[in-house]
């Protein structure tokens, strides 16, 4: 991998590789913007170009240092990784009294620390001196998708690079291209994605997409006059494992959400589910702004609840009960509603 | 040379170049001149203000070879290990990474030993908030009265970590957030000597961006140069500094004032592919609501002064749009959801919703302007409707048989006694709970020539029960005791419909009475009489009623 091979984040990139050929390289990088962009990678290739043989503003792939820090085995190129939920002290430690020497090999000794956030009190505060004034030679990049939870003093001492999420057609094209999908199937991952190209190539390993289809198609099959009670079986569908749950509930949020968007913008651009915009539009004729809005809030709430052990099925069935309350304007809905 | 960051570079090497701490530089260069130095410091204040700097700055010119003196030479010996970090009398040390017990025996260890090169051992401890309680009270009695040629120096951005018994035994120094004016002129001072043209209004971006804190907006700066050369346009600061995210405020704001929910949605899904992280998105918005607030409270107060002029304007015009209850229930609405946007998986969402919701609310009408509203129905009702009240007709329908009989029974015992039913019922309940129950969701219907009449709503359940002759005969009886005279007892059907109607006031009282009515009845209160006697030429000017929970 390559800068060119990373999708979108031109300035981004940019910035980077004019630090590199001006050597303005500032000792201490924060890169940040939501999971699933690139900005470990970019940290990555940041270190392969830094270390590169062949000394251009890109890694060339190929030279030996290249190769080592592709397979992890590079001297000079440090990750670290939360260990259980914090980064401790002992990293940190760790960190310090590496850096104390010159590279081994390289030019800079890079360290990329993942999940920066995640380290504890201690940890942050250990980290000031080494991140204000390290040895020559070192440069560290921190990265998060959480940067607000690193104490300002951090924050203070790095430069700060912010990653954006990417656009939707560059994904549809970045998938087409690299993950051999077809059209649609790229569009619609796109668009479910939410501009995170790490989401959209999990949600294609996973079978996130079958349960997506799954709900959906039980909302549009789902006939009120022919089947009163269809609402039931809908909560049983929803799955038995308490993540199962979580995920499909998010499908009918988001879909709740798209019907908002659809509802007060009338564009069908940036609704999540692009592969059912007809069943999404019938729907949204059907039902006020604000009952969207409380449908949303009820099925966070049984999110919610599910998530602190609540019995699942009362509550599922519960949520589909106050759903239903507003979903469907039949008179015979009405009088499942007084019962 | 290997390339330093900005903040490095142009770290403050004598008192004169540190920038804003005016009141700490003087009392530490007179402390200088004239011999008087005390053996702890500590410096406190906000990151990137100059604390390590000072700090260095001090122990420089303590120890300088030409010293001690006001400005340290930063040429001998000394004052070069000091400024590289390597001389053997001043110690730097982390205390966030040294901070156990242990490392500070080590150092009472080797305390009693006497400089090597210099005049004074100096131990400076920065970040100093993270050293352990036990540390601190380790260091307690050495802190108090150390050798003579020992002076430490604590450095450390929470102060309040600090215990008191540490406090107590330094000398505090406390360091000021940098004015934005100061900061865009020591960046002026480095563009200039580093050859990089930029503008007054880009220094003063960037200045802004430090938040006070000087090594903040070095870096900033330090970053705009990397991404704009050394001829950097407003434009790239703009940009890096994400002063559109500002654009994307106002813009939302203005959606959700003009309560357009379509372009809030729009306003976020352009934000969010632009990069602004949605929980910051959310704090700056509701920063932004309190300050809408603030001014339409304080009519644009001081507390905007770090506002630029044009951001001010439109705020006020913002403000301007709404009432101050509306931009109260808008803050609200923002509080409430914070929680929510701390803790979503996908605050983008939360935060459509709440944009959304914000957007739907209902434009309220201020309270006061409710109630001039009402004084003045009250005046009219007063003056010119009070003889026609009579006529009116109660403002609730009443079932339809019944009708004739209250119109024209007011001189019944109703109003002799408005609570007769509710009385009646708890008479009842006292002598008899189970019949109580049978009868108690019938609606009252008349009470006139010993005939009370009573009405339960279609296919109540205990109709039939009721209606048998020995529950009636009993109700009688208790009647007859209640009334002390015979009294008979007719029970009615009422239709559904006109059931529902009248649940709003059971006892089939008109509830709004005439404000005259509630006058005389408030006056006649003896609580009422009494503050009436105590002041003198005291008046009844309103009677607030409260609803009847029922």
Not at chain 1, 17 to 46: C, D, N, P, V, W
Not at chain 2, 173 to 194: C, H, T
């Amino acid at each position: 991998m390559s800068f060119k091979n990373i999708c979108d984040q031109e300035r981004q990139k940019d910035i980077l590789q004019r630090a590199i050929q001006t050597e303005r390289m500032a000792h201490a990088y924060l890169f940040y913007g939501i999971e699933g962009i690139g900005k470990k990678t970019s940290a990555r290739i940041f270190a392969k170009a830094l270390n590169c043989r062949e000394g251009g503003i890109d890694s060339c792939d190929e030279c030996p240092s290249c190769v080592k820090i592709d397979r992890n085995t590079h001297p000079d190129v440090i990750t670290i990784e939360p260990k259980g939920t914090f980064i401790k002290i002992e990293d940190i430690r760790n960190l310090h009294g590496q850096s104390q020497f010159r590279p081994f090999e390289g030019k800079k000794r890079v360290f990329i620390m993942v999940d920066a956030d995640r380290m504890n009190n201690p940890s942050a505060n250990a980290l000031l001196k080494t991140l204000e004034e390290p040895n020559p030679s070192n440069i560290l990049i921190l990265v998060t998708s959480r940067p607000y939870l690193l104490p300002s003093t951090i924050l203070s001492r790095c430069q700060k690079l912010r990653f954006n999420p990417i656009q939707k057609e560059k994904i549809s094209r970045f998938l087409k291209e690299k993950a051999v999908v077809d059209r649609n199937m790229a569009d619609v991952l796109a668009s479910s994605s939410r501009g995170s190209i790490g989401k959209a190539l999990r949600m294609m390993e996973e079978t996130s997409l079958l349960f997506k289809n799954e709900v959906i198609e039980m909302i549009a099959a789902w006939d009120v006059d022919k089947n009163p009670l269809g609402f039931l079986t809908f909560a049983d569908a929803l799955g038995d494992g308490k993540k199962v749950v979580w995920e499909r509930l998010d499908i009918l949020k988001n879909w709740y959400r798209d019907m908002l968007v659809y509802k007060e913008t009338g564009e069908t651009i940036s609704l999540i589910h692009q592969d059912i915009i007809p069943i999404t539009k019938k729907y949204s004729d059907m039902l006020t702004g604000s009952d969207i809005l409380r449908g949303i809030t009820i099925i966070e709430q049984a999110a919610r609840a599910i998530d602190q052990n609540a019995n699942k099925q009362l509550t599922l069935e519960s949520m589909m009960f106050k759903l239903l309350g507003m979903a469907v304007g039949t008179p015979q809905s009405c009088d499942m509603r007084v019962m | 040379m290997e390339y330093l960051v900005l903040a490095r570079k142009w770290r403050p090497q004598i008192f004169e170049d540190v920038v804003g701490q005016d009141h700490v530089v003087r009392t530490l260069k007179n402390a200088i001149k004239y011999n008087r130095i005390a053996h702890a410091f500590i410096f406190s204040g906000p990151r990137g203000v100059g604390k390590t700097s000072v700090a260095r700055i001090l122990s420089k010119a303590i120890n300088c070879k030409e010293g001690p003196g006001e400005i340290p030479c930063n040429v001998c010996s000394n004052c070069r290990e000091i400024t590289e970090g390597v001389s053997l009398d001043v110690r730097e040390i982390d205390g966030a990474s040294n901070r156990g017990i242990d490392e500070i025996r080590e150092l009472r260890e080797n305390i009693k030993f006497s400089p090597i090169t210099s005049r004074y051992k100096i131990y400076i401890i920065d970040e100093v908030h993270m050293l352990t309680k036990e540390a601190f009270n380790a260091l307690l009695k050495t802190l108090e009265e150390p050798p003579p040629h020992v002076i430490f120096m604590f450095a450390t951005t929470e102060i309040y970590k600090v215990p008191a018994t540490i406090l107590s035994r330094c000398q505090h120094f406390d360091f000021k957030r940098v004015s934005i004016r100061q900061i865009a002129e020591n960046l002026g001072k480095i563009a200039a000597s580093d050859g990089i043209t930029i503008s007054d209004k880009g220094l003063l971006w960037i200045a802004q961006s430090g938040e006070g804190s000087i090594r903040d907006a070095q870096s900033v700066f330090d970053q705009v140069i990397s991404y704009g050369g050394t001829d950097i346009k407003d434009d790239d600061i703009e940009e890096l500094l994400g002063l559109k995210d500002r654009r994307f405020l106002f813009d939302i704001s203005d959606a959700i004032l003009e309560r357009d929910a379509g372009r809030c949605l729009k306003v976020i899904d352009e934000g969010y592919y632009s990069g602004v992280d949605m929980k910051q998105f959310f704090q700056i918005l509701l920063h932004h609501f309190r300050n809408l607030l603030l001014i339409k409270i304080t009519d644009g107060g001081s507390f905007l002064e770090d506002l630029p002029g044009d951001e001010i304007d439109r705020l006020k015009g913002q403000a301007a749009k709404a009432t101050r209850e509306t931009h109260q229930r808008l803050l609200d609405i923002l509080m409430t959801e914070e929680e929510n946007v701390k803790r979503s998986l996908d605050p983008r969402l939360t935060l459509e919703c709440m944009a959304v919701k914000m957007a739907y609310l209902e434009p309220i009408v201020p309270l006061d302007e409710i109630i001039s509203k009402i004084e003045h129905l009250e005046k009219r009702l007063l003056s010119g409707l009070t003889p026609e009240r009579r006529s009116t007709p109660p403002n609730h329908i009443l079932p339809e048989p019944v009708h004739k009989t209250y119109e024209s029974g007011p001189e019944g015992s109703i109003d002799g006694d408005p609570n007769l039913w509710d009385n009646y019922r708890i008479f009842i309940k006292k002598k008899d709970p189970i019949l109580h129950s049978k009868i108690r969701s019938g609606t009252f219907l008349s009470f006139d020539s010993k005939c009370l009449r009573v009405g339960f709503p279609e296919g109540y359940i205990f109709f039939d029960d009721i209606t048998e002759n020995s529950r009636l005969a009993r109700l009688t009886e208790l009647s007859k005791e209640y009334f002390n005279d015979e009294v008979s007892i007719t029970i009615e059907v009422l239709p559904r419909n006109s059931v529902n109607d009248d649940a709003v006031s059971p006892n089939g009282i008109p509830q709004a009475k005439g404000t005259n009515d509630v006058k005389n009845e408030a006056l006649n209160h003896p609580l009422v009489q009494k503050v009436m006697d105590v002041f003198e030429g005291a008046e009844l000017c309103e009677v607030i009623t409260r609803d009847k929970d029922r």
